[in-house]
Each structure stands twice: as C-alpha cells, then as structure tokens.
C-alpha cells in the first residue's frame, strides 16, 4: 500500500515548528541547563507567584514555604528608585523569637554556595542605620555560628551580602537569623548554588569557608559579574579605580591548568588583570574590612588566581607574602593557562588581611594578577539532634499544627536555642544529642495522639497532660518511655495490653487521671485526689523518718568515736620509710604543733583541708591534709612528693615538706597571704586589681606553667589551671599551685591517656572527644583565666542564660563594642592597644583545635611585650591599631597614597566583611 502525503505550505511550517518544539524538549531532558539545581528566594515577597530576574533570568520563588513566622515588609518608597534588581524591594523581618530558620532542600553530602542579602531601606521608617545605636544580628549556618551582620552607619539603600561555601549535612539545610537584641533582624533574599564535588577541595563537613572578598581585577565596566558569566554565579566585584596602575587584557581564551581546576574561573574573568607602573617593585592587595569587623580573630584562606596576557615569552616573576610570611616564591603565571595559587587549605593568621606580591630580581616585568578570593573560617562543630529525632518532632509539629515562636532550626542544637518543652542529652559529646523528654502540657493540643512519640527511641518522659486530646490510646510498642502523663484530656479506653504490661512490671508511670476513661477502669494511673494526697505523704513521711533516724545515729557514733580519737595516739601508723628526698619529712605530732591542733582553716579543696601553721623559725605555711586515707589507697601521693621535690621556680608554690602517715598524707607548702586570683577577681570591692597588676599575674601563671612543659623532664600536664589555684603572695606575684591532679610524661609520649581532672569550664573540649590530655589542655584552660582577669566573670555564667565564657565573649564583641566585656572595676583605666592584644590571646588559647593553640613558651612571650607598652601609660593606642611587619612599613613609606572616593553605584553594595573596595597598592621600586 501507497499512501502520499500533500502538504500545504501552512501544513508544512505546522511540521516544521513541532519537529523544533521535540527537538528543544530532548535537549531540555538530555541536557541539564547551567542553573540546574538552583534555588533563588525573594524574601517577603508578596504575590504568590514566581518571577524571572530582569538581570539574570534566573527564577525567583517567594519565601512563603521556605520559612514559618516572620512579617512580610517593603523597603521605603524613597528608596525604591536605587534598587539595583527586584530582590532589594522586598524583606521578611523577625521581630519574634531569638532565632528563625529557613530551610532549603538539598542533597546530602553534596557542596553548595551560599548567599544571603540584607538591604534595609528603613523599611520601618525608623532610620536604624543611622540613628546612631547598634544594629546588629547573626546568622547560623545549620546549628553553627557563621557571621554576624553588622548594618549600623550603613546608608538605607545598601545591600550586604554574606558568602558561605558549605556541605549539606542532610537533605535540607537551614539558615537562621539570631536576635542579638540590638535590632530586628531581617533578610532580602537568599540563593544556594550547586557546585562541582571537585571545587573548593579545602572545605568539609566539619569546616565551612565565608566569603571575605572576591574580586576580578583590570578595566572592568561592570561592578558585578556574575550568572550567566560564571555559571556557578559566584559575585565577583571590580576593583576601585587605582592610580598609578597598569590594566591588561587579551581577547585570547584563557583555559584551566590541567590538574589545577578547582575554582573553574570563566576565562572572561582572566582575561582582564592588573598590574603596577614600570618604576613600581610590586603591590599590595589589601581588601578593606567593615569598621564593626575585628579582622584580628579571623582564620583567613587567600586563593589567588593568575594568568599571563601579555606578549610573548615575558620574564614575569614574584613572590607572595601573607603579613610578612613568605607563601610562594619565584612564581611565574603560565601563559593564557589560568595558575590558582593556595596553600592547600592553610588558615592564616593575618590581622591586616593584607598580601604583597614582590617582583624578583631577576624579573623584568612586574607583578600582575587577575582574580583574588579570601574566606574566613567557619567552625562546623555543634552537633545536629539525631536525624530520627527530628524527622518524629517534625512529624509531631505537622500533626499538631504547632507554630511556637522557637521551635524553629534543630530542636537541641546549639544548646542555648533548644526548642521550648524538649530536654535534650548531651552527655556523649561526640555523638548527636537525642531527646529525652517532650513536656506539651496545656499547649492546646487536639485531636488523636501521635504515634511519632513512641518511635522515638531515647524518650523517657512524656507531658500531653492538660490538653484537649481526644479517641483511644493507641497499641504503643514502648521502646524507652518511662512516664506518659496523659492526664486531663479526653481520651477513652481501652489501655493497650502492651502498656498495661509495662505499668505492672513497674517499668512505666502512667497518668490518666481526668480522662472519660477513667470512668471505666479504676488503678493507680486514674487514682483520684485522696489517694494521691495519701500516697504523697507516705512518700515524704517515711524518708523523713529514716533521716531523722540516721542523723541520730550519726551524732551518737561521733561522740562516741571523739572520746575514742582524743586519746588515740596517730604516731603509731607513722611510716618509717623515707621517701628518700630532699624535702622534709613531718611526723603528725609536728603537724599538730605546727597548725595549733588543726584550728585555722583556710581553705578547702578536692585534695582535702587547708590549714594555716607556722614552723619553728616563725615562716607561715600552708598544711594541705587528706585524713583518713591510708598510703594504699592514695596511689598519686608518693610520686607525687616526688615530682614536687624536684620542681623550683618562682611562679610555683615552694614545698617545704610531707607528712607520710596511715592516717594523715600532707602537703606543707608556703602560706600566701594574698590568697587566691579568684578571691581578688570576685571577692567584693575591698580591694580591686588595676590592668598593670592583672597583666603581671598572668605573666606569672604563665611562667609557672612554662616552667613545667619545657623546663620539667619529664614534661608536667598540670591539669587544673584555674584561678583558685593562682595564689597570690604579699607583693601580688601569681604563684602555681596544687599539684595533686598533675601528671608527668616523656617525649616519647605524645599524649596522656587518663582520666581528666579538671574544673567545669576550664576543660579542654577537644579532651571529650579524644580523652587525650596534652600541654595544650593547660593551655585551653590558661586561656579561660586570661578571659577572667579580662572580664571579672567565672567560666561558666548562668544568668540570664547559661554561657561559657569563651562564647559570652565572642556574642558582647558580636553585639557591640570590645569594651564591653571589661570588668567594670577598672574603671576604663586600662590600655586598649593591650586589651585586645590579650583578648586575642586569651581567644588563641581557647580554640578548640589543640593545634591551633599557641605554646606556653608562646604565651609568655607575647605577655612579655604587653607588659612595657602598659607600665609606660602610654594610651594613645586605640583597639584597632595594628602592627605592620617590617616589609609593610617600608612599602607604605616609600608610596603614600590613599584610596578614597567611591562611586555611588559602588558604594550601593557591601559584600561578605568588607566595606569598601580592594586595596592594590602599586610599590615604588628600589
């Protein structure tokens, strides 16, 4: 069979437009467009519908199902004409709770760029950027810290944005606002960008980078460059106009090193660079900080991004130096081949945030560069709850149609965000808290009850009492619950069999009381009022008895054993074994001399009894006595005595000798008259150290300490430093005392495995998770007494949260001004060049990194150079100077010139902690 087709030219131009339509729909389907996996989101945007971004195209989603909470606002019509694209128009902002999340689907494991915007535009008419107060508040990634945004003195129109390159933990991640209480915070838009696994191989699961600054560099005609140029639409900024200077560029393409593709720069970007004039040795790239940005506490990642545009086969060659410190040397760029210089993910201390390429000698041109980026790290160390546990809450607020102001984010963490009505386990410190109790007692709950509860399987307490829930119990397979309180609801029967069993076995307490059900069933969980009063006071009646019995006891045996130990003669359980030391050794008749028969205590502590006593020759002493503990049990005592004969220095308690007794292990040691650095800190106002005498304090400690790391062989771990055990003697010089925890080891150990001491808040976190104890365990917890000296705050603070003082720090820096955290009984009489030097310091010791904690020997050193900066009184330093290395100096000596004057369409934005532009400086040569 023949069958012909005729065409008409309309029928013809019909086939040809579907066969163009199929062709478009394979491509689509077998090819996946540069913004696959793109999620764009206009904050507070108020119709409902999704758009397309003038600009970029790229498609933007209203917020409405990315959030819960939140007000939908708009930025002031004044301010409407500066909007540089639609996001800047319209915000959520958060005047309720103290954190509120966003969540945004992702997939676990995978790595994604991060973008927040923020652009007031006195959306509240109340001029907060510049009515001169702090407008300030955070954002978490997941359930850490990552920056604080910081808009006060900006202009209304501004917009800020914040970068952070992260991996997802699950299959969503959440961003949250914090309310630090100095004004509401708010957000314009938010972006998650895919990248490639390969890209940015420094960052993991446990640290997340943060966009300080990127920039191209060159005659750039757009201030931003970004999607569809880099298809990952990372922002890359131009570069203020600077002079002199010298702009290349080629048309050439330019391609990737083949190995050295992990950043994938358009070869747009690198076709352009910069650099100096002819008589210029070099430059210096300096991006500027925000001025509320302490640039001093932050890690930085510089990646540099080179390629040769210029002529052929040029004698180009430099090297690059952080802050002084050599990083690359003799580096040539390859020709039309793009070379990313960085340090294999190396964090680098440099409070200017300044680099200097150098040209060698033997280089005939100068340097030159085509695109800079620097990151800050972000610690990603809090634990999330268990993955289980959030699914059952999530399911459990759904069911319930739950919309408590905090119960947004991770239910337990961090700690002081935790969801109102949970209580959250944290003892396993390196494994996710779980859920251990649920209280939604007269929360307004109705219906039938969630069976999510019971899947839970670290539950042990339950409170739905006092709530409007309704139908059967459900058949629960408890797995850990120990108390269901379900009273005064309106649930009917039957109970289950398998929670009957339970209440039995006296395995689970049930409360039913003022339930319809109880009408049908009569039993201890439906008892009514009389029972209940009978059953309470039986069980305060009965303890009480007892204790009164007992005490009774107690007081007869103590009179009975006094008459007996008045008479008893101690002498005859003395050793007679010498330890064969230097010290001296006491019998207890002579500590009863000494210590007028134990009548002066001044002082107790984990080792025992602190008594005064003075010696023959009429020198006051300390007498630290452990009773009744024979030798045997005390197996620390011996060598202890041993290793303290040995150990002489002037920052460290002198031990005048022992008494070796069955009955009695003592410690005799010199009597300071000034007590303790505790008792001066927080004692009362009697007597209040100045700046000049707590620097000297803590220069002492840290001597002390020095003394037993490097000067002891083997090495000393003290493993209690804390202000307690900073004695003070009558000319105010810190003593290191209380030996009884510490332990010794040799360089072939590089770590003790033991038990820790410790004090609550002065523990090295990093011990939790490797039960290591090392010298830097000492100075985790140096670093927390420096905090003390600087603040006049215990570790742990408890009103009117509970914070570590390390973090009680790190939020009043974040809040506002450094000066905040100064003990108030100084009186602002300190100098505040050294303030911060030692709040950076006192912020060094207390990484949770051991590594990245500096030595004793360190510590020291840096205390040392403070001390004549302050005993000169010379306060003309403010807190934001910082020293230059010898190299910066000199370049800025020989070429003065200052960058001002920034265009209006530059100075509408603000990117990650800059608040400015970069800094090239072209060096004059020699």
Known sequence: MVINFICWPSTKLAWILALLLNLVMMIQVHGQPPSSGFISIDCGLRNSSSYNDSTTGLRFDPDGRFVEGGMRKQMSQEFMANA??????????????????????????????????????????????????????GLHIGV???????????????????????????????????????????????ELRPLEDMMYPFFNTSVSISLHSRYRLGNIADYITRYPTDIYDRFWRRQPPLNPRRNLNTSNKVESLPGNNFFH????????????????????????????????????????????????????????????ELLFS?????????????????????????????????????????AFELYSLVRMDNLTTDSEDVHYMKEVKKHYNLTRINWNGDPCSPREYSWEGLTCDYSKSNQNPRIVSVNLSATGLKGRLAISFMNMVSLENLDLSHNNLTGAIPDYQLKSLKIINLSNNQLVGPIPDSILRRFRAGLLDLRLEGNPICSKVKDMYCSNKKNTIQTMLIAVTVPVVLVSLLVLMCITWKLCWKGKSDHEDYAIYEEEASLHIDTKQFTYVELKLITNDFQSIIGKGGFGIVYHGTLENGDEVAVKVLMETSITESTDFLPEVQTLSKVHHKNLVTLKGYCQNKKCLALIYDFMSRGNLQQLIRGGDDYSLNWEQRLHIALDAAQGLEY????????????????????LDKNLVGIISDFGLSRAFNDAHTHISTVAAGTLGYLDPEYHAT???????????????????????????????????????????????????????????????????????????????????????????RLKELLPVVSSEKLSISASTSSMNPMDAEIRRQFQLTISGISNEENSFRSGYTGGMSELIPLSGR
């Not at 790239?285 to 210029?310: G, M, V």
């Open 771 to 861: 039960f290591q104890l090392t010298v830097k365990t000492d100075v985790y917890s140096f670093g927390i007494v420096l905090l003390e000296i600087i603040t006049g705050q215990p570790p742990v603070l408890m009103e009117p949260q509970t914070f570590h003082l390390p973090n009680w720090v790190r939020h009043k820096i974040a809040m506002g001004n450094i000066h905040d955290i100064v003990d108030k009984r100084l009186l602002d009489q300190y100098d505040a060049g050294s303030l911060q030097s030692v709040v950076d310091l006192a912020m060094n010791c207390v990484e949770n990194a051991a590594i990245d904690r500096p030595t004793m020997t360190e510590v020291v050193s």
């Open 265 to 324: 720069i358009p070869s747009v970007i690198m076709q352009n660079a910069l650099t100096s004039s002819m008589n210029s040795s070099g430059m210096i790239i300096s991006p500027i900080p925000s001025p509320n940005l302490d640039t001093k506490s932050l890690q930085l990642l510089p990646i540099f991004h080179f390629a040769e545009i210029n002529g052929s086969n040029p004698n180009r060659r430099f090297d690059i130096y952080s802050d002084g």
């Open 144 to 190: 850490n810290f990552w920056e604080a945004v910081n808009l006060t003195n900006t202009k209304p129109s501004t917009m800020v944005w914040k970068e952070v390159l992260t991996i997802a933990p699950s299959n969503f991640v959440s961003i949250c606002l914090v309310n630090f209480n100095s004004g509401i915070p708010f957000i314009s838009s938010l």
């Open 84 to 137: 540089t694209n639609e996001q800047q128009t319209t915000l959520r902002s958060f005047p309720d709770g103290s954190r509120n999340c966003y969540t945004l689907p992702s997939t676990i494991g995978k790595k994604y760029l991060l973008r927040a915007t923020f652009t007031y535009g006195n959306y509240d008419g109340l001029n907060k950027t510049r009515d001169g107060s702090l407008f300030l508040f």
């Open 708 to 727: 037993l790391h490097e000067s002891c062989t083997p090495s000393i771990v003290h493993r209690d430093v804390k202000t307690p055990n900073i004695l």
């Open 330 to 370: 003799d580096f040539s760029p390859s020709r039309f081949q793009v070379d990313s210089m960085h340090q294999n993910g190396r964090f680098l201390r440099n409070p200017n945030a300044s680099f200097i390429l150098k040209k060698t000698a033997n280089s005939t041109l100068q340097p030159l560069i085509n």
